[in-house]
């Protein structure tokens, strides 16, 4: 098991690394569109569909990572009450509440990009990229969504959360499991 995990957690980390490159692009070029608007008076006729396809891939290619790393919004006043085996088990099932989010992703997002990729659909600008590509994220989010939950349901069984130290380490850095 901690073979699948740790293979699910390389794969998240690559893919925050992608995301995190896209950042850079983002903000380079909404940066460029500004210059060019702004001071010489020449908008770009594809900055904004690229930012739009960098930032959608952002959005869905890092919530996986962020799942593993317990990066995500919680609420955790009851989860931190609780010690031993009824922590373990809350944690295990508001991870394991992601799945069915999962899976609805991946199946629809699935029906999407089948669906433009058989017509064949362009975005209606200059550049015309085939509408397959950007839907297409929403069903790999949706997979790399389930792997990190299923690792993370993993990284949860086997840890002990009647150890103190465990829960000190935990509040310490923010959900985070050292």
């Not at 925050?16 to 896209?22: K, M, Q, S, Y």
């Not at 317990?70 to 931190?80: A, C, G, M, S």
Request: charged share 15%; hydrophobic share 50%; proline share 3%.
């Amino acid at each position: 098991m901690d073979a699948i995990s740790k293979v699910i957690n390389k794969i998240n980390r690559f893919c925050i690394l992608i995301a995190a490159t896209c950042l850079g692009f983002l903000a380079f070029t909404v940066t460029y569109e500004i210059v060019a608007r702004y001071v010489f008076n020449s908008p770009s006729i594809w900055t904004t569909e690229i930012s739009s396809y960098l930032l959608q891939f952002l959005a869905f290619f890092s919530m996986g990572y962020l799942l593993i790393e317990k990066k995500h919004v919680r609420v955790t006043f009851l989860v931190d009450r609780l010690k031993g085996l009824n922590r373990k088990l809350l944690e295990i099932f508001t991870v394991f509440l992601t799945i069915p989010y999962s899976v609805i992703l991946i199946i629809y997002g699935f029906r999407f990009t089948e669906n433009v990729f058989r017509v064949g659909a362009k975005s209606p600008t200059l550049l015309a990229v085939p509408l397959w590509i950007p839907y297409s994220f929403i069903m790999f989010a949706g997979i790399l969504l389930a792997l990190a939950a299923i690792s993370s349901i993993i990284t949860i069984a086997r840890t002990d959360y009647g150890d103190e130290k465990v829960l000190e380490e935990e509040n310490a850095t923010g959900g985070e499991l050292i």
